[in-house]
């Protein structure tokens, strides 16, 4: 593509002198040939513009899309409820659908008002895990739920509210992946929240 930049760029410098030359042609007593050297700039000019148009859109028709590997992890949100051992904690039930991954964690989720959801990572994951979740506001840790931030963050408007989650892992090779979540209020579940997988990309 690079080498079509190069050939569009010197294009459009012989357009730039065949606008000049009809200027100074304007000047003398080669009027008419000046109007033609004028027209056909504006041709050439024209056909450069389409035929930048075309490469482009030619360029981001073939581009390669990453193609996830067969053998790979791929850690799903299970539900968002309460720590197995705990039961005053509460987190992310993630399993993997996959080969081991390595590193899982979650994004830090960012809710307003100075509220930031952290999550306990994983160092491997095989099958079944739990993320447990951390509840900080202006950088100090709360023994608050995410329920209650919710509700008081939004008010009325807290049902209809859906906030990106983002599960980072790697594989054994090193390579990192992300499973594109996002988590809403459902009153029929415990503790009312629902986190729904939308894809998983690979960086």
Not at 70 to 97: A, F, M, Q
Not at 138 to 153: A, P, Q, V
Request: proline share 3%; with cysteine; aromatic share 12%.
């Amino acid at each position: 593509m690079w080498k079509h930049v190069a050939g569009f760029v010197g294009g459009f410098g012989v357009v730039l002198a065949m606008f000049m030359l009809a200027q100074r042609l304007s000047g003398y007593e080669n009027k008419a040939l000046a109007v033609i050297v004028f027209r056909a700039a504006i041709t050439l000019s024209g056909v450069l513009v389409l035929a930048v148009i075309w490469d482009i859109a030619r360029w981001g028709r073939n581009r390669k899309k990453v193609v996830l590997p067969s053998s790979r992890p791929k850690v799903l949100p299970d539900r968002y409820g309460l720590s197995p051992e705990r039961i005053t904690s509460e987190g992310l039930h993630v399993v993997n659908h996959g080969e081991v991954a390595f590193d899982v964690g979650v994004e830090p989720i960012l809710l307003g008002d100075n509220w930031t959801v952290h999550f306990h990572g994983i160092r491997c994951l095989d099958k079944n895990g739990f993320l447990r979740a951390t509840f900080h506001t202006s950088g100090t840790e709360t023994t608050s739920s995410l329920d209650f931030i919710w509700r008081n963050l939004w008010e009325k408007k807290w049902e209809s509210q859906v906030v990106a989650l983002t599960i980072t892992y790697k594989d054994s090779d090193g390579h990192s992946y992300r499973s594109m979540c996002e988590i809403r209020r459902d009153v029929t579940k415990y503790p009312a929240f629902d986190v729904e997988f939308i894809r998983q990309i690979m960086v």
